[in-house]
């Protein structure tokens, strides 16, 4: 089938490429032309496993073409994602502007019957946007040209999105349309066999489904971060208490794991947009609010225990931090656990040394250069001179460094732990004074 994704961004362009591998003739188009050139040239602009050669794959293959001329665009697909970013605006809301200027684009250069599929993150009510700014253009134009909207979101991990977009749990499709389903099906067949994952709704019960997804793991990640609070105080171990209750099919393993909070450019943005929308109706979503101070405050959490460590002031020290992006196997710093720590670090006179296996560019980006900031290219650099240890998040080769290097480098044997990845026991018995999240300190 012929398809077009608007927005080369994560979503976008793992979407593309797996619409391309399964032989769909896929056009992405994006303003950006730099981001074009360097796609056309084989450079993805973001790290993701597996992403690199299924797009140079096929846009060699000749089923995946980039470009920044929508009208071109616009010709190509049957089928046309909107997979823009929804930013959140000033007050948290979801900001649309991309999206309507897509379907605007759309509208002004179609000529024959098109499926507009929002793959965007998008508050409830946003396919009737679509929907309007598109009647209004081609009105404009004096054309009645057919079209439909569909919301169909997307549920893939960074890290993990190309696994996630091949091998989907399940594709959730709100239409009101029945005779889109067939196209529909069509596309996502190859993703498709063996068990229907085809869960199909209205419009704006899809809409929300996004969102209700994205909340709920947000919830249990907070309600876990509060439990292990709870733990701390109470003298119990957070890490038995998640196995204890992880047992329980009704509560499962996924996502209870306790951490120095959540980050990524989703479950923030969503939760507070989800909360705006409620707010904007007249409904105050406790539970959500909740969710959302939970997780500011539990960013705060590895502060606090080095500065109940060393005290207020940590002028003259350092800390060595492993660990960046706001988790493994990505390079993305949005919203990641490791700002608040770096800064409030920064704020009370302390020098990070730092080491990520793949976020160190974006980093620098972010911070520029600065006499408080030294990224290092190893984790055992990262020691070197340090007063303490602190990890941000759990990459794989963090899990078992040689605990007597680390003894030996340290000015003291002090971790701080973001991410619970050892035993309280054992460390403690090597010399470490240990400080992890829920596990008594
Ligand atoms: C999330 C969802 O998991 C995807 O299903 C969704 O499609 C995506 O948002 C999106 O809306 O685009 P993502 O933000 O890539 O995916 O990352 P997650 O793996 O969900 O992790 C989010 C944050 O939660 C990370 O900071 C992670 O460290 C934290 N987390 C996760 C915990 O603190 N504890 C857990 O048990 C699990």
Redesign the pocket.
């Known amino acids: 089938m012929k398809v077009t994704v608007f927005g080369i961004g ?2 976008g362009l793992v979407q593309a490429a797996v619409l391309a591998e399964v032989g769909h003739d896929v056009m992405c188009i994006d303003v950006d032309e730099r981001k074009v050139e360097n796609l056309k040239k084989g450079n993805i602009p973001i790290f993701e496993p597996g992403l690199t050669p299924l797009v140079q794959q096929n846009f060699e293959a000749g089923r995946l073409h980039f470009t920044t001329d929508a009208k071109a665009g616009v010709a190509h697909g049957t089928i046309q994602f909107i997979a823009v970013g929804t930013p959140p605006d000033e007050d948290g809301s979801a900001d649309l502007k991309y999206v309507t200027a897509v379907a605007r684009t759309i509208a002004e250069h179609m000529t024959d019957r098109k499926v507009v599929i929002d793959k965007s ?1 998008v508050p409830v009510g946003t396919a009737d946007k679509v929907r309007q700014v598109m009647e209004e253009t081609l009105k404009q134009r004096g054309s009645t040209v057919p079209f439909d909207v569909v919301s169909n ?9 190309v696994a ?1 977009c091949m091998r989907p749990e399940r594709i959730v499709i709100g239409t009101d349309n029945k005779e889109v389903i067939e196209p529909i099906r069509e596309l996502y067949e190859p993703f498709n066999r063996n068990h229907d994952r085809m869960i199909m709704m209205d419009i704006r019960s899809a809409e929300l489904t ?1 969102y209700a ?2 909340c709920m ?2 919830t ?2 907070s309600f ?2 509060e439990m292990s609070n709870l733990a701390e105080m109470l003298g119990a171990d957070i890490e038995k208490v998640r196995q204890g209750i992880g047992s329980d099919s009704r509560i499962g393993y ?14 923030p943005k ?1 939760v507070q947009a989800l909360i705006r929308t409620a707010e904007h109706i007249g409904y105050q979503p406790k539970l959500l609010q909740a969710v959302e101070q939970v997780n500011y405050q539990q960013k705060y959490k590895l502060t606090k225990f080095i500065k109940h460590h060393f005290g207020e002031d940590l002028k003259g020290k350092t800390f060595a931090l492993w660990g960046l992006a ?2 493994p196997n ?1 390079d ?1 710093m949005r ?3 490791s700002r608040v720590l770096m800064e409030q670090l920064w704020e009370a006179g302390a020098i990070v040394q730092a080491f990520d296996p793949e976020a160190m560019n974006e980093v620098q980006r972010i911070y520029g250069q600065r006499d408080d900031l030294k990224l290092v290219g190893t984790k055992e650099a990262a020691l070197q001179g340090a007063d303490a240890l602190v990890i941000c ?2 990459w794989q080769n963090f899990r078992a460094p040689d605990f007597d290097v680390i003894k030996g480098t340290l000015k003291q044997p002090v971790i701080f732990d973001g ?1 619970n990845l050892f035993d309280p026991e054992r460390l403690e018995s090597r010399g470490f004074t240990y400080y992890a999240i829920g596990r008594g300190a």
Request: charged share 25%.
């Open positions: 994560y979503v993150t979101p997307e549920f893939l991990k960074e890290g993990a999105a996630d996004k997804a994205n793991l947000a249990k990640i876990m971060n996924h996502f209870i794991y306790p951490g120095c909070g959540y980050g990524g450019s989703c479950f969503d706001f988790k990505t993305d919203e990641a656990s998040t759990e991410r």
